[in-house]
């Protein structure tokens, strides 16, 4: 699975990956984890990922063929 | 966590290396030594929260769990396969009786497998997402 976290994130006034780790409450690591399509992310994760983003979760998350 | 599989791995290897060291004077006594792996229990130290810092997420829930699995799958097989090996010499050479003392080896023997091959899957599944990460 991929997703637009890293391009979001950087769209979001430089939002760090701690700020963003701390707001939907995981570690750093595994935003960067996310950010590299090593890590798929829960449900739950996902939707509060988008809404921090104010987006919905297919506009972030998308499967790669 | 990587600490706690860190600790996990470290304590097994010195609960090993102790064993052996001190086999050949207490003999049958040397099984205490396998009392070090008890310090496994300080990984809840690296658990305990610090202000609203998050210490462990889904991602490590998972990774334990999965390095749980290979851990015990592990220990179970090839605890059956000694189990078939000592029932074996028993039955050929040592007239139907295995000693219970072999068996009390056997699982001290199993527990160290058991918490080294964990610390050892969970490093591995951390290593292979941080360079999935990297690429």
């Known amino acids: ?65 | 966590m990587q600490k706690v599989a860190w600790t996990e791995l470290i304590v097994a290897i010195l609960a090993a290396i102790l064993v052996t060291a001190i086999y050949p004077w207490l003999g049958q006594g040397a099984l205490g030594g396998f009392g070090v792996l008890g310090f496994a229990g300080v990984t809840v130290l690296f658990l305990r929260r610090r202000g609203n810092t998050v210490v462990t997420d889904e991602r490590d829930r998972q990774i334990d769990e999965r390095a749980r699995l290979r851990a015990i799958s592990t220990a179970w097989m090839m605890l059956f396969l000694c189990l078939l090996v000592i029932i074996g010499w028993a039955n050929s050479s040592n007239g139907h009786v295995v000693p219970t003392a072999m068996l009390t080896w056997l699982v001290w023997i199993h527990f160290t497998i058991c918490l080294a091959v964990k610390g050892i899957a969970a490093l591995l599944i951390y290593r292979k997402q941080e360079h999935a990460a990297q690429n």
């Open chain 1, 1 to 65: 699975m991929r997703n637009h976290i890293r391009e979001l994130r950087s769209a979001a006034k430089g939002m760090t990956q701690q700020d963003l780790a701390d707001r939907v409450g995981v570690t750093r690591q595994t935003i960067v984890a996310l950010e590299g399509g090593a890590y798929t992310p829960s449900l739950a994760l996902a939707l509060r990922i988008s809404q921090i983003f104010g987006k919905a979760v297919e506009d972030i998350f998308w499967l790669e063929d």
